[in-house]
Nanobody
Framework: QVQLAESGGGLVQAGGSLRLSCAAS???????????LGWYRRAPGKQRELVAR???????NYADSVKGRFTISRDNAESTVYLQMNSLKPEDTAVYYC????????WGQGTQVTVSS
């Protein structure tokens, strides 16, 4: 069974940076490498939204709200996907999750990101 474990969140001032990691266990390296992965977030009182995605070949897409500030990357050898978040804003405050797109697994616990103004 594939399990997703997010880490790297924390409390940061506006304008700061954080790097999130998401490790997938229970999946072969090949399964990990051929799938598209995404970072999602759920802010208080809002629905979960997709903020970044990375395809197997490395192409990326971002939500307009994070474009130019966030960078998604992946390490297939480590079955890990990353989200580098720069120039953080208070509206980025949310619990961040990762998952496969088109092959969604059970959601992990997520990692809390809190940006103070």
């Amino acid at each position: 069974q594939v399990q997703l474990a997010e880490s790297g969140g924390g409390l940061v001032q506006a304008g700061g940076s954080l790097r999130l990691s998401c490790a997938a266990s229970g999946a072969s390296g090949r399964i990990f490498s051929i799938n598209t992965l995404g970072w999602y977030r759920r802010a208080p009182g809002k629905q979960r939204e997709l903020v970044a995605r990375i395809a197997s070949g490395g192409s990326t897409n971002y939500a307009d709200s994070v474009k130019g500030r966030f960078t998604i990357s992946r390490d297939n050898a480590e079955s890990t996907v990353y989200l580098q978040m720069n120039s953080l804003k208070p509206e980025d405050t949310a619990v961040y999750y990762c998952n496969f797109l088109g092959w969604e697994r059970s959601w992990g616990q997520g990692t809390q990101v809190t940006v103070s103004s």
